[in-house]
Structures are given as C-alpha cells and as structure tokens.
C-alpha cells in the first residue's frame, strides 16, 4: 500500500566535479547537484519520481535502511531524505502530457480558421464525457468508492 510519507537513506559522494547521490535502497535511483542544497532538493526529487514509478507499476517498496547499518567513505555522507507523497502525486497527475490524435482535414481546418485551442477544447470534452470538473474531484469519488 503506498504511503503518505516516505524517509530513505541516501549516500552524498562528493568529488571535486560535485555531489553524486545514490539511495542504496532504490537502485538505480541517482542524481547529483553542485552545490549541498542543488543536492538536497534533487535528492527529494529524484527519490519521489523512483517512488511514484514504483507505485504506478505495483512494485514492492522496500524498508529503508536503519542509517547507522550504511558505512560510508571518507568522501561521503549518509543525509535521510524525506518526500510528502500527495503533493507528488497531484503535480504528476496535472502534468500536461502530449497525446497525438486524428481529426479529417477539413474539420482541422475549420477549427483552426475559428482558432480553436485543441487541447482546451479535448480536457473540457472529455471532463464533460467523464462527468468531472477537475482532479480533486476525482479524487473525491475514488475516496468514496467502495
């Protein structure tokens, strides 16, 4: 079941080019940043991207290692990182993405004389086809929902 919050361990390996992030429970999971906080804030964004794929694929999401279990090199630091699901979830979900569609020509061609915006008109669509106004109602119905 996905959780509302997540805490993993992450290894801060710093070199003279930058900071190289891994999550040792989360493989494949890395980012790196210049700076500390450039660091931190890619961190938390790359270990809520890992989490959210994993939870839209079904994966099992592993216990995070206690931190004093990971050894670290001289260069490198052990920094807990912390993401706040929901609001991760609601940006991925309003993130606009690009669908491709077939209309006939001559039905392109009058709407973009009338200059039709496309894609406001196909979201108002298919609200109006699905009977919702926005995404927090759906989320509204799915909480309800048996």
């Known amino acids: 079941?996905?959780?509302?919050?997540?805490?993993?361990?992450a290894i801060f390996d710093y070199a003279d080019d930058g900071i190289s992030i891994e999550f040792p429970d989360l493989p494949g999971c890395l980012t790196c940043g210049d700076t500390d906080e450039e660091a931190f804030a890619m961190a938390k964004e790359a270990m809520a991207l890992h989490l959210w794929g994993m939870e839209e694929d079904g994966d099992q999401i592993p216990e995070p290692t206690p931190t004093f279990k990971?050894?670290?090199?001289?260069?490198?630091?052990?920094?807990?990182?912390?993401?706040?699901?929901?609001a991760f979830r609601d940006t991925m979900a309003e993130k606009a993405i690009k669908k491709t569609l077939t209309i006939p020509k001559w039905l392109n061609d009058m709407a973009e004389q009338k200059k039709v915006n496309f894609s406001h008109l196909l979201q108002s669509a298919l609200k109006s086809h699905l009977g919702v106004v926005d995404y927090g109602q759906v989320i509204q119905r799915d909480k309800q929902a048996p």
């Not at 670290?72 to 929901?86: C, F, G, H, K, S």
């Open 70 to 86: 990971i050894q670290a090199d001289p260069n490198q630091a052990v920094v807990l990182i912390e993401v706040w699901m929901p």
């Open 1 to 9: 079941m996905a959780k509302e919050r997540y805490v993993y361990p």
